[in-house]
């Protein structure tokens, strides 16, 4: 257990100091929110209608698009093959290198999307369902991000491929992630139907990454 | 079936294999398109109805590609099998074409029967991600130049991708109902029988085009890495010989 | 929905059947020029391998 906290310290703290830290990933989220008002005009009422899903495509666009550094410095410098081949499972190793990956992409969103949700008018009542339902979202698009980043480790400037490779997967977490923000929201029917099958989804991904990311990466070795 | 693991024995095999196939794929489009355009039309449709006999067997074939694609990918990944690597890499082009297609037609039809060219309806959406899928497949099998590596990494990839075939349909018809009503179901109307037939009849020819094109590609496959076997041995023994004359040069100089 | 011709659905029905067999026959046609393609290059080196010899 100790040598995973370690992992996990280290990976988030390298995260963090290299390249504008959480800056870059709370820059990245409020340009993106910036440019929406732009885009499809400031009426208020058409933004608090496509708020929920602006923020969610913005959660899975930083995540997507981030996903090639969960292992290229790891491979550059050689310590991935330490990291595999010493120590503890490999999965749990790739398991704690996907959390660590969470807390400095998704959590920073989180954290500012009380903010995000003022600039594009989220309706009343819907932030903390907002907030749950991504909290549970993002670790399952961690999880398939992690994938992805395993699949084509050994390619530069994988990042397109890696989207390419991933949007698939993405579209259930998104669908669901959206429709239980709604649904709590408004406090539909069965509100929370639509919350658990997005936590089974993210359940699901978070114990397939490991293996298929495991199985990836030895195969790319 | 593993006696075909050789790719010499398999050569031989599809080699006298591959004119009935052909034929065979012939003969069938010939009746099955005698048979759609003689079959009588829909009673709401009319003529739109003769559209079902390529898009219906498109989708299919895309669907189906996918699960040999994968299967073949599982046989290469278990047993270290390289025909089956083979295999899976030549389905998916000819699968993503068969994607495309399924969506062109889709559209084409859409447009008389709904009104327009592009509803984000569950299926179409389905067999549209299952296209970018497809894309995703292909693309790692050019950016790893390893074929073996390639291999093994392409299995990942389609095995996650059909796990997740069933979540993303789920997932997707969840959606639909929940945005917009059903768009069309043609549903009441009973498939007359003789529609039916013609429509069974290009199923098979359709099945009988992807295993005729899939042979081609896999034997296409063999002679490439075998000529490029032969390549890699000609520059070596150059090589070789370079290194031979080089040395005798060197020798010859020395006494100076 | 407004109702369109029959000789409208006719056009739509053509176009189908022409673009399924633009595809299916691109599709054959690039796969048997590479067919070729690597048919020519093995006989090409095979014909070399035996002129060496």
């Known amino acids: 257990m100790k040598p995973l906290l370690a992992l996990f310290k280290r990976d988030i703290s390298l995260f963090f100091r290299s390249g504008g830290g959480a800056g870059q990933a709370i820059g990245f989220y409020l340009v993106v929110v910036i440019l929406f008002p732009f885009g499809v005009g400031p009426e208020l ?3 608090a209608r496509i708020s929920i899903g602006v923020l969610w495509v913005v959660l899975l666009l930083a995540i997507l698009l981030s996903a090639e550094r969960i292992f290229a410095d790891d491979l550059e410098d050689g310590s991935l093959t330490l990291l595999l081949t010493a120590g503890p499972l490999p999965e749990m190793v790739i398991l704690v290198k996907l959390l660590a990956h969470w807390v400095s992409i998704a959590l920073p969103l989180l954290v500012i999307t ?4 003022l600039l594009l008018n989220l309706p009343a009542g819907g932030l903390w369902p907002l907030v749950l339902c991504m909290f549970i979202g993002s670790l399952g698009l961690c999880a398939l991000a992690t994938i992805g980043a395993s699949i084509l480790v050994s390619i530069r400037r994988a990042n397109q491929i890696i989207s390419l490779l991933i949007l698939p997967l993405y579209i259930p977490t998104l669908i669901f992630g959206v429709s239980a923000t709604t649904d709590l929201t408004f406090q539909l029917d069965q509100p929370y139907t639509a919350l658990l099958i997005l936590t089974a989804i993210s359940l699901i991904s978070l114990i397939i990454a490991p293996f298929a990311a495991a199985q990836a990466l030895k195969a790319n070795a | ?7 010499t024995k398999f050569m031989r095999f599809s080699g006298i294999l591959l004119p009935y196939l052909i034929i065979t794929t012939l003969g069938l489009f ?11 039309e829909d009673y709401l449709q009319g003529p739109l109805s003769r559209i079902l006999y390529v898009h219906a067997p498109s989708a299919y074939l895309a669907q189906a590609a996918y699960v040999f694609m994968a299967l073949a990918n599982f046989t290469g990944y278990i047993w270290r099998h390289p025909l089956a690597d083979m295999a899976a890499k030549n389905a998916a082009p000819i699968g993503a074409t068969f994607a495309l297609l399924t969506i062109i037609t889709g559209m084409l039809w859409g447009k008389p029967a709904w009104g327009t060219w592009w509803v984000w309806d569950a299926r179409l959406t389905s067999v549209f991600i299952l296209f970018i899928m497809y894309l995703g497949y292909i693309a790692i099998w050019q950016v790893i130049e390893d074929q073996v590596k390639a291999a093994r990494v392409a299995t990942i990839v389609a095995a996650v991708g059909l796990i997740n075939i069933p ?4 997932s997707v018809e969840w959606w639909n109902t929940l945005h917009q009503p059903a768009s069309l179901t043609t549903s009441g109307s009973a498939i007359h029988p003789s529609m039916l037939t013609a429509l069974l009849i290009m199923f098979a020819a359709f099945t009988f085009l992807f295993t005729s094109l899939l042979f081609i590609s896999i034997r296409t496959e063999i002679n490439r890495r075998r000529a490029r076997a032969m390549e890699m041995r000609i520059l070596q ?10 040395r005798a040069a060197i020798n010859n100089q020395e006494p100076d | 929905m407004e109702f369109l011709s029959l000789t409208e659905f006719t056009h739509y029905v053509t176009a189908v059947y022409t673009l399924v067999t633009i595809g299916v026959l691109g599709l054959t046609g690039y796969i048997l020029i590479n067919s070729q393609k690597q048919r020519a290059r093995l006989r090409r080196l095979q014909a070399n391998k035996a002129i060496n010899k």
């Open chain 1, 45 to 47: 009422n058409l933004l």
């Open chain 1, 114 to 117: 009380p903010l995000l949700g």
């Open chain 2, 1 to 7: 079936m593993f006696g075909l693991a050789n790719p």
């Open chain 2, 30 to 40: 010939g009746w099955g398109l005698y048979m759609v355009f003689t079959a009588p």
């Open chain 2, 167 to 170: 979540i993303i349909k789920f």
């Open chain 2, 237 to 246: 023994q150059n090589i070789a010989q370079t290194n031979l004359s080089t």
